[in-house]
């Protein structure tokens, strides 16, 4: 299974949203908190050139925010990704 990365921040109802979908799946993360770690939001920008969070990654593919992971889920796409071998 890829490493799966989430960069969150607190009271943030889409993160609370993803981090409940990828529960659902069963799946192990990294929650990356933007707002108690130095320098992880400018990492999280780096990566992914956004600003808002949240923002997965799974393994080498920066899946986006929250509405990008439920698309994703919504179109058959997010198992297969999960099931990647790294």
């Known amino acids: 299974m890829p490493r ?4 969150t921040s607190a009271l943030c ?11 659902s799946k069963g799946v192990a ?12 939001r400018e990492e999280m920008v780096t990566r992914s050139h956004r600003r808002s969070v949240p923002q997965i ?4 593919t920066h899946v986006g925010g929250f509405d990008d992971l439920d698309r994703l889920n919504r179109e058959g796409g997010l198992d297969p990704l999960l099931e990647a071998s790294e």
């Open 29 to 40: 993360y990294e929650e990356i908190r933007v707002d108690q770690l130095a320098g992880k």
């Open 13 to 23: 109802g889409y993160c609370q949203a993803a981090k409940r979908l990828l529960d």
């Open 57 to 60: 990654f799974i393994g080498q």
């Open 4 to 7: 799966i990365e989430i960069y």
